[in-house]
Structures are given as structure tokens and as C-alpha cells.
């Protein structure tokens, strides 16, 4: 049994090692940023997008399930070795929580908003911060794909003035908001902030409440250090850029209604050295004191199970096309050179 | 034969004069011996040098069926003759074909022949390797392996041995032998081996000499070591190029290999270490079986992975049996890799890299 038409909600531990496909009609909308770039070029090739069902998702979900929203949110880092497979069990939950009609806000990898930033703007709403336009823009565009349905029913509860001649009304929809956050670049990083509160606000009410997911892949970039530069080429402090600083609003756990999945990335990371993967290594103590207390998920290499289910799967799709690979023989050597880790298994077969 | 020979002889004569002008004061018994033996030795000179034909020009069937088409036709010719076909000589042959076929050409060889093919076609060599380019025999590269290969032979009892040393000799006669004693037994011992016929007693010269262990061939081959849980386990340790690698090969269990504290694929991120890991376990078939402990250090990560490649290799030995050593060994899992950097020389920019030219 290699597949299930499970949908993510119904899925339990029988279904372990097996693979669901993602609707396509999902894909666009759920996932417009966020999925790891090799598994985008697998779908592209494979003409479907199929997820592994594991135990590290699974458990994330349940406890989304049995959470209480009304209680302070509840944080869960996924953390593991590199390649572990991550970023995929955050993209199954966020998965799971946009079927189940939540509110998801997907940071695709903080790790982008700290480094290589080609504008960095001095910020108008408060003095010693720094904006960056383009990567607020882009965000803003693809959260408006991803919540069509939300932004209509939203109402904001406060009224935002941009310039002196721009301001956003109390009671109008949120949509509006993001629509001006895209069209109007240089006040995108603001917009993000406001959007962000009034998700905040809103998200546990009693009156047309709707539960938030703040998922955030690479939450490690938000503490460490940046790679950027103020004129006079001293560096630039994380906090004193407003999308870091609004989004660590948004992790700390005094607003309830929802939950923060958050993963750790070395990948991406600066500063790190590439053996470091454990939640203190990687997080640093501020970060550490800011997260706690969190639930920890660890995420480990495939077992024997999951392996044999991903072997499956690629020839199944006629993706390992080597003979030698269809023997056992070969399946022995692939244990071996990839020692189970998905990433390295992944690009192993891709010349096979 | 004498006035043809003479005609020979004597234009022979006449070119070795210049070379040496003691010929002429010999008496006249010994020219005639000397002039017999250079004529033997004139038909050799004349003939042509075999070995420089170069690669053969009849394939052996070809040979073969000129065999099978001469008894043939011998068979023929005795029947046209009238004569028994089993006792028919060469000589035979001959008249026959003198009778049959007539001819009134005085060249020897342009008159009609029927030989047996090996006296008609030159005897050549053989194509002296395989189809992969391999020669066959070992000394191919000396260019003449046939004279090396004899050379050999008739030295075959000497190499590879020493002579007894004087306390194994003492040992052997139950004497006491002085150091002069000795001396004189080994040059005798050589003396015997010059003189002609030495093969005969050679298992009397066999007595006083002693093997010397090919050292190159004996793998030492450590046992296996248990420990506290009865898991068999061992060690092995490799070189590369300034790199060094221990392993600890530990049976019953999953595959998996750690190195310096780390997993190998967090090591080697290149897949070219990864394999080279895998090499010796995968050829021996016993992928799944091992746990791996490795150290290693110095070098970059090509060398640590022959390293530990090599370390894998030895460690392995006490676990395999003797055809599978051998198996190891030819494919080159055991031979430590000689190869280091090469020295840079003076007025050159690395070892083999020249300085740019200038035209001026």
C-alpha cells in the first residue's frame, strides 16, 4: 500500500510510510512559496505533488488537534539533522491547517529577510529601523494568494495612516490593506506589521473567530546575527528590522487562537557551523528565552519502513532507471551511500 | 658440392681478408674447418631474422589447413605414383615431383616444391597478448621473453633462496665450523653450481640453502578479537598521501559508520569519499553487516577517504576466508597507494610546471 487519498485531517499512524498526493487545485493556493526548491522541480517533473506521511507531521497534527485555543499559543519547533526532511513536515501541517479553514501565515525562510537585501530603506513609522520593500512585497503577494477567503471577511479595528494623504479607515476589509501593501512598495514593511497585529488581535474572538497558523521556516535567522550593512558599514542588529521585529511579536505567546510551527534551518543560517542542529545551537540564548517554552518535534532520517516506501515511490514513477537500482543489491548500496537521510537519497537518484 | 662450394668460399674468403690476414697463415686442414664451419655459419647469417618478421601474416587455421591440404595431396601423389600411401617419404615427394613436373630452370628455388608447411611458411610468433592488450607471458616487456624465460629456468633454484648461514650449517653437521670453514663450503657450493651438469645434484645443493619469504605476497592476518558481549571485532589502520585512518570493524551489526564522532554523510558530504567507503564492502557482498569507528586525520578528504578505505580493507581480513584474501588483494583493496606529491624542482614554478617563456 504505497498511496492513501487521505486528506491530512484523516490520516493516522496506519497510514505511516504512506504517500498522499496534494490536490493540484490546493497546490497553487496553499503552497505559492514555502516548499523546499528540489521537491518544486520533483513535482514539476513528476506532474503531482506527493507527500510522505511521518511521524514527526503526524504528531504535529494531532496536538494541533487536542490543542486549546482559548490558552496562550502553543509553540512547536521541528528540529534534525540537515536534510531530515523539515521543511516537509511543516508544509504537511500547514497543509493540514488550510483544510481545516485556518488562517496560515507561511514564512517561507527567515533566513531571506536577514540577508541580501538590496534596499534597505530607514523606516518612516519609527526612526532606527530598517525597512525592506521588496521582500514585504513579495510576502504580501503571496499571503493574498494563499488567504483569498480571509481577507474579505477581516475588518481591520484600527485606523492606519500611511502618508499624509494615505490612511486606511477602521472597519474596512483586510484585503484592501494588503492590496495597498503590494501596489505601494516603500510602505510594505509597515503593512506587514499592521497586518500582523490585527491577525493578532483577532484571532482568538469569540465573534467570527478564526484559528492562525504562524508558520516560520528557519526561525534561527531571526535571532542570530545579518549580513547587512547601514551606510556607514556598521551592521545591522535583527532587531532593528521591522519585519524581524513584528514577526517575533508574532512568536511570542501572549495572544491566543492559534499555534506557531516553527522549524530550524543550519542551511540557510549565518554564522553557524554546518554541524549544529540542535534547538540551543542553533537559536542561540536569546532566541532560546524567547522560544521557551516550546514543544520540541524532533525529525529523524527515514526508518526502514519509510526508506523502503521511498524506493518504492521512485520506481514506481520509473524515476530510478538504472537496472542495477531495481535490484536488491542496489537498494543495499543506496542504504549505504545515502545512509537514509531523504535529501541525500533524493539527489542520489536523480542520476540513477 | 665442393666446386660450388668453392666459388663461395672463396669470395667469402676474399671478404673476411680484409678483415683478418691470420686466415692465410693457417695450414691448409684447419682452413678447411674453418671454412666448413663459416659456411654453417654464412646459411644462418643469410637467413632472415625471424623475430624482426614482425606480427604473423598466416593465421594459425590458415597453417592448419595447408597441413590438412599437403597429407592431402601426399596421399594423392603416392596413388598417382603408384606407391603406398603410408610409407611415402619427403624424399619421395621430391622425385616424384621432379618427375612429374620437369623443369629446366636452374634456381633451386624457383623450381616446383611440395613441402610440408611448416618448412614453407616461416615460423613465427604467435599474437603475444589477449584480447584486452594483456601479453600472456610474464617477461613480455623485456623484448625477449623466450631468452629470459630460459634464463630463468636454469637459475630457478637459485632465486628465491640464500645458502645456509654458518650457525644453520653448525646446527645441521652437529660441529662446530669456523668462520674460514664456512668460507670455503660456500665457495665450493658455488663452484658446484658453474660446472656443467650442476642440475643433476640439485637436490643435494637443494640441502644447504634455505627459502626466503616472498614477502610482497604474505598478508599478516590478524585474528579476531571478542569482546565483553562476544561481538567479534577488529581493527585495521591505512595511509593515503599524509592521511591516516583507524577503523574498528565491529560484526552483527546495522551498517553503520561513524567517523572522528560524526555520521560519514555529515564527513564526506561528496559522494566520491562515500563510495570509496563503500568499495571493499560492497565487492566482498557484506554491505549491511558492520559497524564502523573510524579516526581519522590529516590530508584533505580524498586521502582520509583512501585511508580509510585501505584501514576498511585490513580490517576485513580477519573476517574472510583465504580465496576471498586473494580475491581482495588482485583487486587492489590491500596495496597501500604509493603516490605522493611530487618534489618541486629549482627554476621550474611547481614540479613539472616550467616558468612562462619570454621570446626576449
Redesign the interface.
Known sequence: MLYTCLLPACQSEQHLGQYYTVPPSHFHTVFPHGLPPRYQQQVKTFNEGCVMVRQPALELISHLKRADYSKPTLRYLLYG??GSGKTMSLCHTVHYCSTQGWLVLHIPDAHLWVKNCKELLPSSYHASRFDQPIQASNWLRNFRTTNEHFLSKIKLRQRYVWTKRESTEEGRPLGELVDMGVSRVKSSSDVVGAVLKELRLQAGGTEGGFRLAVAVDGVNGLWGRTTLKKEDKSPVAPEELTLVHNLRKMINNDWCGGAVIATLSQTGSLYAP??AYLPQELLGEEGFDSMDPFVPVPVSLYSEKEFESCYLYYLDRHWLQHPHSQTE?GK??L?????R?PS?LER?CAFL | MAASGGRTVGSFLWKCGNCCFNFNTVSSNLTRQVLSRQLCVSAVLHRKNLAAAGPEKFSEEFIKKQVEEFNIGKRHLANMMGEDPETFTQGDINRSIAYLFPSGLFDKKAKPLMKHPDEVFPKQRAVQWGADGRPFHFLFYTGKQSYYSLMHVSTGSLVGSRWLLKEELEELLVETISEHDYARFIQLMERLLSLPYCSVEEDFVQRYRRQLEIQSSKQQVQPLQYDQHGVAYSTGDGRRKTATGTVLLRDSGS???SING?????YFPV?QD??QL?FP??FM?V??RFDMQCSVSGGGHSSQAGALRLAISRAMLSFLSEGQVETMRQAGLLTPDPRIKERKKPGQEGARRKFTWKKR
Open positions: 539533522v540537515k554546518s554541524s543489491e543495499k548500496e542504504i549505504f551511500l545515502s545512509n537521510n541525500v542520489l | 551498517g553503520s559508520i560524526t555520521n560519514y554523510v555529515h559522494l562515500r563510495e563503500m564492502l560492497h557482498g554491505l549491511g
